[in-house]
């Protein structure tokens, strides 16, 4: 399957074939590692909220940023 062929399916049908192959991976046996940098950036937040220094925005403000 192309991405050709994906954009000719239906929103519904990419749905269906997305929750499909995250069904067929969440069943694999094999463990998927986050790459190392996740671990990285998480640190850093965590950092951030423990010295309070972190920042917050509403799920509302978010998208209102992004309608932009």
Do not use: C, Y
Request: net charge negative; no cysteine; hydrophobic share 35%.
């Amino acid at each position: 399957m192309t991405t050709a062929d994906i954009s000719k399916m239906s929103v519904i049908e990419r749905l269906q074939t997305m929750e499909a192959l995250w069904d067929s991976l969440t069943r694999e046996s094999t463990e998927i590692n986050s790459p190392a940098w996740h671990g990285d950036v998480l640190s850093e937040r965590k950092e951030k909220i423990k010295n309070g220094s972190a920042t917050f925005i509403s799920l509302d403000e978010l998208k209102s940023k992004n309608d932009k």
